[in-house]
Structures are given as structure tokens and as C-alpha cells.
């Protein structure tokens, strides 16, 4: 197709953010009841980091993400060069085999997931 390049996927994320943007505006109030002014430092972010792994319950928690999102980068990054080497793939099937990942995440997240978390939800503990 002659409309269809490299940019039609990231025009068409951008609309769908843009489209998205107005139900957010008008379904979800704020929850803050009070607004609550902080200075914003260098160090905030460092502040907020320490508090947060501080809390001795959720320090595994927050590993646990952060390797599972390290992993998961790793993958989407370097995965592709094995494919390349190993199997000759070309920039269009790398992107077809991504694709086709994608569509089977989305699949699993509408469906499996949804059903095991509101069957083992934390109500149940």
C-alpha cells in the first residue's frame, strides 16, 4: 500500500493516545482531595527511591518488577539479533514475528489474565 511506510504505526499510536486522552479527561476525577505542593529537587527522585525500598514488605516486590521489566527489554532489544544471525530474519519478519507476539500478549492479557485474577484475586487471602 502506498500509504503504509516506517511512520504509519507510530502516527497511528500517536492518534490513539490523542483519542484516548478525552475519555480520561472526562470519566476519571481526581483522587487527591488536597493538592499538596513539594518542592521538586535533583535529589527527589533519589528521596522517593530510598523510601520506597526502604519499606522492608515491598522490597521484593519491587525487585521482582524491576528484573521482570530488565528481562523483558533485554528481549525486545537483543532478541532481534539472534533472529538475525540464526535464522536470517530481515527487518520486515522481525517486525511480523513481534507482531505476532504482541497479538498473542494482548490475547492472553484480555482473556487468561482476566479470568485468573478474578478468580484468585486478593479477596481471596
Given at each position: 500500500m502506498s500509504w503504509f511506510n516506517f511512520t504509519t504505526p507510530f502516527l497511528a499510536a500517536a492518534c490513539l493516545s490523542v483519542i484516548n486522552i478525552g475519555p480520561v479527561i472526562f470519566?476519571?476525577?481526581e483522587t487527591l482531595r488536597e493538592r499538596i505542593d513539594r518542592p521538586v529537587t535533583l535529589l527527589t527522585g533519589v528521596k522517593n527511591l530510598a523510601e520506597a525500598?526502604?519499606?522492608?514488605r515491598l522490597r521484593i516486590l519491587f525487585f521482582g518488577?524491576?528484573?521482570h521489566a530488565l528481562g523483558f527489554n533485554?528481549?525486545?532489544q537483543f532478541f532481534q539479533v539472534i533472529l538475525i544471525r540464526n535464522f536470517g530474519y530481515?527487518?520486515?519478519q522481525i517486525g511480523r514475528y513481534f507482531a505476532y507476539v504482541g497479538l498473542w500478549v494482548a490475547l492472553m492479557?484480555?482473556?487468561?489474565?482476566r479470568v485468573v485474577a478474578n478468580r484468585f484475586?486478593?479477596?481471596r487471602f
Open positions: 470519566n476519571f476525577r525500598f526502604g519499606d522492608t518488577v524491576f528484573f533485554f528481549y525486545t530481515d527487518q520486515t492479557q484480555g482473556t487468561v489474565v484475586g486478593l479477596r
